[in-house]
């Protein structure tokens, strides 16, 4: 994750750049990212893989939004969990204050919505998405695939429809409770990892550890977000820190535009 390497990730907006010839995972929610050293490199990059694909039928026709947040929402002090992780905590709190040094507006709002969204795409009808996408395959070349990314997709098999429009219908009542966040603000900052996790602890817990990871990341495609990683710090660990910024679908140049002032105030080194 760029967020755990010092560098910029860029996640675009659903639909923005053509998955065409990507192995799917979820084809609703599949994106290319981008990987960079900085929010410019990310941006140039984007600018050249941007654009509709008749071949992609999930590609959309986008005009994106241009200027910068003015007014950006942080997470309610219940909302954050931190895993026991007091450094990414402290790393967390440096970026909100360097947010509010460089003059943008900060507005404390209700992530609830969005953390429950997260849930839904491991234990909702994306699982069984992932299943229609590459099952066959797994089911036929077992040891191909990592253990447990084949555990995983392998529960996708037996659920319902009915089960599968329940989740459709709780994701639009989610959308529908996270929209004063968008009315509140412009853009929100999230952590993009609530800790770091070793390699040994992630071989030990793969499946708990990897969903912690993605406590402020897994709801982003579902809640049809763009998102901005960005590194803030080091910690006295020697490990890097970094937020996420998130906007609704076409504000992907907007929070470039914070993204590459905050990186820049982060005083970091590239890479």
Not at 172 to 196: G, M, S, Y
Request: aromatic residues 6%; charged residues 20%.
């Amino acid at each position: 994750p760029a967020g755990l390497n010092n560098i910029v990730g860029l996640k675009p907006t659903k639909g923005l750049v053509s998955t065409a010839g990507v192995v799917p995972a979820c084809r609703t929610l599949d994106c290319v990212s981008i990987f960079a050293l900085t929010v410019d490199d990310a941006t140039a990059a984007l600018d050249v893989i941007a654009g509709f694909d008749a071949a992609d039928a999930y590609s959309r026709e986008l005009e994106l939004a241009a200027g910068e947040p003015c007014r950006l929402a942080i997470p309610r002090s219940a909302d954050l969990d931190w895993f026991g992780d007091g450094e990414a905590k402290r790393g967390f709190a440096m970026a909100v204050d360097i947010v509010r040094k460089l003059g943008v507006q900060t507005v404390e709002v209700d992530i609830a919505p969005l953390l429950a969204a997260a849930r839904l795409l491991y234990e909702g009808p994306w699982l069984a998405e992932r299943y229609a996408a590459v099952g066959a395959f797994i089911e036929a070349n077992p040891d191909a695939c990592h253990p447990v990314t084949r555990d995983i997709v392998l529960t996708g098999r037996d659920g319902s429809a009915a089960a599968a429009f329940a989740g459709f219908y709780k994701l639009e009542e989610l959308k529908r409770q996270a929209a004063p966040i968008w009315r509140a603000a412009d853009a929100l900052l999230v952590p993009t990892a609530p800790r770091a996790f070793t390699v040994a602890e992630l071989a030990a817990e793969p499946v708990k550890h990897n969903a912690t990871l993605g406590r402020y990341t897994n709801f982003v495609n579902l809640m049809d977000l763009a998102g901005l990683a960005v590194p803030q710090t080091m910690r006295t660990d020697g490990l890097p820190c970094g937020v996420t910024l998130l906007a609704p679908a076409g504000h992907d140049l907007r929070l470039a535009a914070l993204g590459r002032r905050l990186h820049a105030a982060s005083g970091l080194p590239l890479g």
